[in-house]
């Protein structure tokens, strides 16, 4: 395992806010996000009555989530340019928010796309 992804990693342990900074501080630098797919298309969780679409900061750390349900799902890098002016614009229309950086227990900060757009934006 690479130093990155051992960091990217660790986040892991941290609460969902301090991974929610991290992954807009790595998607920025990296200028990509990362989801999990397969031959269906990409992954979207329930959360109560909302439909969610995970992301990660690196492929190291969407690959670690491929586990338990999410078991053979495959990490995804979308372009931040794609991100923004395709994903996150869609995913407001259809009323679908983003689970930002879930560790391995699925946990994560929910925001809606528009309010990651503005974060990234900034």
């Known amino acids: ?17 301090t991974r929610y900074e991290a992954f807009l501080e ?3 630098a990296a200028e990509q996000v990362w989801v999990l797919k397969d ?6 969780v329930t959360s109560g009555d909302e439909e969610c679409l995970p992301v990660w900061p ?21 372009s931040l340019v ?3 002016e395709k994903w996150l614009p869609g995913m407001e229309k259809d009323g679908r928010v983003v689970a930002v950086f879930p560790n391995l227990a699925g946990e994560s900060l929910v ?12």
């Open 1 to 17: 395992m690479t130093d990155t992804a051992k960091n990217t990693t660790a986040l892991f342990g941290e609460k969902s806010e």
């Open 26 to 28: 790595m998607a920025l």
């Open 39 to 44: 031959d269906e298309g990409c992954l979207i």
């Open 58 to 78: 690196s492929e190291d750390a969407a690959a670690a989530c491929a586990i338990a349900d999410w078991k053979g799902l495959e990490p995804l890098a979308v």
């Open 82 to 84: 794609d991100w923004m």
């Open 111 to 122: 925001v809606a796309a528009s309010e990651l757009y503005a974060e990234l934006d900034a």
